[in-house]
Protein backbone atom coordinates (compact mmCIF):
# COMPACT_ATOMS: atom_id res chain seq x y z
CA UNK A 1 0.00 0.00 0.00
CA UNK A 2 2.77 2.61 0.16
CA UNK A 3 4.54 2.15 -2.92
CA UNK A 4 1.19 2.50 -4.49
CA UNK A 5 0.49 6.23 -2.24
CA UNK A 6 4.21 6.63 -2.94
CA UNK A 7 3.47 6.43 -7.07
CA UNK A 8 0.17 8.08 -7.01
CA UNK A 9 1.66 10.75 -5.36
CA UNK A 10 4.48 11.31 -7.68
CA UNK A 11 2.43 10.59 -10.64
CA UNK A 12 0.26 13.84 -9.34
CA UNK A 13 3.40 15.94 -8.70
CA UNK A 14 4.37 15.41 -12.16
CA UNK A 15 1.03 16.03 -13.41
CA UNK A 16 0.41 19.09 -11.55
CA UNK A 17 3.40 20.51 -13.54
CA UNK A 18 3.11 22.74 -16.57
CA UNK A 19 6.15 21.15 -18.50
CA UNK A 20 4.85 17.89 -18.06
CA UNK A 21 0.85 18.67 -18.85
CA UNK A 22 2.17 20.17 -22.20
CA UNK A 23 3.90 17.24 -23.15
CA UNK A 24 0.41 14.68 -22.15
CA UNK A 25 -1.23 17.41 -24.31
CA UNK A 26 0.45 17.35 -26.67
CA UNK A 27 0.79 13.57 -26.90
CA UNK A 28 -3.19 13.01 -26.47
CA UNK A 29 -4.48 16.49 -28.31
CA UNK A 30 -7.94 15.86 -26.84
CA UNK A 31 -6.94 16.19 -23.31
CA UNK A 32 -7.57 19.65 -21.48
CA UNK A 33 -6.31 21.44 -18.77
CA UNK A 34 -9.53 20.56 -17.04
CA UNK A 35 -9.42 16.92 -17.68
CA UNK A 36 -5.51 17.11 -15.99
CA UNK A 37 -7.29 19.01 -13.06
CA UNK A 38 -10.17 15.80 -12.61
CA UNK A 39 -7.54 13.34 -12.71
CA UNK A 40 -5.80 14.87 -9.81
CA UNK A 41 -8.57 15.31 -8.10
CA UNK A 42 -9.28 11.72 -8.64
CA UNK A 43 -6.20 10.53 -7.63
CA UNK A 44 -6.18 12.86 -4.38
CA UNK A 45 -8.72 11.06 -3.38
CA UNK A 46 -7.68 7.78 -4.05
CA UNK A 47 -4.20 8.72 -2.08
CA UNK A 48 -6.80 10.19 0.82
CA UNK A 49 -8.96 6.98 0.55
CA UNK A 50 -5.51 5.19 1.14
CA UNK A 51 -4.27 7.00 4.25
CA UNK A 52 -7.71 6.43 5.36
CA UNK A 53 -7.34 2.70 5.43
CA UNK A 54 -4.04 2.52 6.55
CA UNK A 55 -4.99 4.55 9.73
CA UNK A 56 -7.97 2.35 10.34
CA UNK A 57 -5.74 -0.60 10.00
CA UNK A 58 -3.03 0.94 12.31
CA UNK A 59 -5.85 1.48 14.60
CA UNK A 60 -7.12 -1.52 14.44
CA UNK A 61 -4.13 -3.03 15.50
CA UNK A 62 -3.56 -0.67 18.03
CA UNK A 63 -6.81 -2.26 19.50
CA UNK A 64 -6.16 -5.24 19.23
CA UNK A 65 -2.51 -4.86 20.89
CA UNK A 66 -4.19 -3.13 23.79
CA UNK A 67 -6.74 -5.57 24.31
CA UNK A 68 -4.02 -8.52 24.36
CA UNK A 69 -1.86 -6.98 26.36
CA UNK A 70 -5.07 -6.00 28.94
CA UNK A 71 -5.80 -9.60 28.73
CA UNK A 72 -2.64 -11.14 29.54
CA UNK A 73 -1.06 -8.75 31.88
CA UNK A 74 -1.88 -11.15 34.75
CA UNK A 75 0.33 -13.76 33.20
CA UNK A 76 3.38 -14.65 34.91
CA UNK A 77 6.65 -16.07 33.36
CA UNK A 78 8.20 -18.20 36.08
CA UNK A 79 12.23 -18.68 36.25
CA UNK A 80 11.71 -22.26 34.99
CA UNK A 81 10.27 -21.15 31.90
CA UNK A 82 6.41 -22.01 32.48
CA UNK A 83 3.67 -19.82 32.48
CA UNK A 84 1.58 -18.98 35.55
CA UNK A 85 -2.12 -17.41 35.28
CA UNK A 86 -3.51 -16.78 38.65
CA UNK A 87 -3.01 -20.55 40.26
CA UNK A 88 -2.97 -22.14 36.90
CA UNK A 89 0.84 -23.14 35.94
CA UNK A 90 1.09 -24.20 32.18
CA UNK A 91 3.55 -25.12 29.92
CA UNK A 92 7.47 -27.25 30.86
CA UNK A 93 9.85 -26.12 33.18
CA UNK A 94 12.16 -25.57 29.72
CA UNK A 95 14.83 -23.62 31.42
CA UNK A 96 15.45 -26.74 33.88
CA UNK A 97 15.52 -29.35 31.08
CA UNK A 98 17.47 -27.22 29.08
CA UNK A 99 19.90 -26.33 31.32
CA UNK A 100 20.23 -29.84 32.84
CA UNK A 101 20.71 -31.14 29.36
CA UNK A 102 23.58 -29.20 28.51
CA UNK A 103 25.06 -30.00 31.84
CA UNK A 104 24.72 -33.93 31.25
CA UNK A 105 26.35 -33.42 27.55
CA UNK A 106 29.02 -31.44 29.57
CA UNK A 107 30.02 -34.00 31.95
CA UNK A 108 29.92 -36.29 29.61
CA UNK A 109 32.87 -34.88 27.71
CA UNK A 110 34.62 -34.17 30.55
CA UNK A 111 34.04 -30.31 31.08
CA UNK A 112 33.23 -30.30 34.89
CA UNK A 113 33.44 -26.86 35.00
CA UNK A 114 30.94 -26.56 32.34
CA UNK A 115 28.75 -28.61 33.75
CA UNK A 116 28.65 -27.05 37.04
CA UNK A 117 27.50 -23.81 35.55
CA UNK A 118 24.78 -25.56 33.83
CA UNK A 119 23.75 -27.34 36.87
CA UNK A 120 23.88 -24.13 38.60
CA UNK A 121 21.70 -22.53 36.12
CA UNK A 122 18.97 -25.33 36.36
CA UNK A 123 19.06 -25.39 40.39
CA UNK A 124 18.69 -21.50 39.85
CA UNK A 125 15.53 -21.48 38.16
CA UNK A 126 13.79 -24.44 40.00
CA UNK A 127 14.52 -22.61 43.72
CA UNK A 128 13.86 -19.15 42.07
CA UNK A 129 10.11 -20.97 40.69
CA UNK A 130 9.93 -22.32 43.84
CA UNK A 131 10.77 -18.69 45.54
CA UNK A 132 7.83 -17.07 43.20
CA UNK A 133 5.12 -19.92 43.86
CA UNK A 134 5.79 -19.89 48.00
CA UNK A 135 4.75 -16.35 48.04
CA UNK A 136 1.77 -16.65 46.49
CA UNK A 137 -1.41 -17.07 49.19
CA UNK A 138 -3.02 -20.18 49.63
CA UNK A 139 -1.04 -22.10 46.58
CA UNK A 140 0.86 -24.88 49.08
CA UNK A 141 3.37 -25.61 46.71
CA UNK A 142 6.24 -28.27 48.25
CA UNK A 143 9.01 -29.17 46.76
CA UNK A 144 8.11 -31.80 44.19
CA UNK A 145 4.83 -29.33 43.39
CA UNK A 146 6.26 -29.70 39.35
CA UNK A 147 9.33 -31.30 39.13
CA UNK A 148 9.18 -34.92 40.60
CA UNK A 149 11.83 -35.21 43.58
CA UNK A 150 13.83 -37.79 42.13
CA UNK A 151 14.42 -35.76 38.91
CA UNK A 152 15.43 -32.37 41.02
CA UNK A 153 17.29 -34.94 43.43
CA UNK A 154 19.20 -35.72 39.88
CA UNK A 155 19.85 -31.66 39.64
CA UNK A 156 21.29 -31.51 42.44
CA UNK A 157 23.22 -34.92 42.39
CA UNK A 158 25.04 -33.84 38.94
CA UNK A 159 26.20 -30.60 40.66
CA UNK A 160 26.98 -32.47 43.28
CA UNK A 161 29.32 -35.09 40.86
CA UNK A 162 30.81 -31.84 39.56
CA UNK A 163 31.82 -29.74 42.08
CA UNK A 164 33.74 -33.07 43.60
CA UNK A 165 35.42 -33.33 40.41
CA UNK A 166 36.43 -29.81 39.90
CA UNK A 167 37.90 -29.80 44.00
CA UNK A 168 34.89 -28.27 45.76
CA UNK A 169 34.19 -30.78 48.60
CA UNK A 170 32.25 -28.24 50.13
CA UNK A 171 29.98 -27.04 47.57
CA UNK A 172 29.42 -30.66 46.69
CA UNK A 173 28.28 -31.65 50.27
CA UNK A 174 25.67 -28.89 50.10
CA UNK A 175 24.40 -30.05 46.78
CA UNK A 176 24.35 -33.54 48.57
CA UNK A 177 22.26 -32.56 51.29
CA UNK A 178 19.72 -30.86 48.93
CA UNK A 179 19.64 -34.18 46.70
CA UNK A 180 18.41 -35.96 49.75
CA UNK A 181 15.73 -33.67 50.64
Not at 39 to 65: F, G, N, P
Not at 139 to 149: H, N
Request: with cysteine; hydrophobic share 40%.
Amino acid sequence: MFWLTLTLGILMGLISRALIRRFIQKSFPGITDGHLDVLLIILLLIVAALSVTKHRDEEAKRMILRDVERKTQEVERLPDGRSRFGVVITGKPIVILEEHGKAISKFNIGDFGGCLQHSQRAIQAHEETLETLSRIANYGVDGGAYLPARETAKLYDLAARCADRLGKGELAAQYREKAKQ
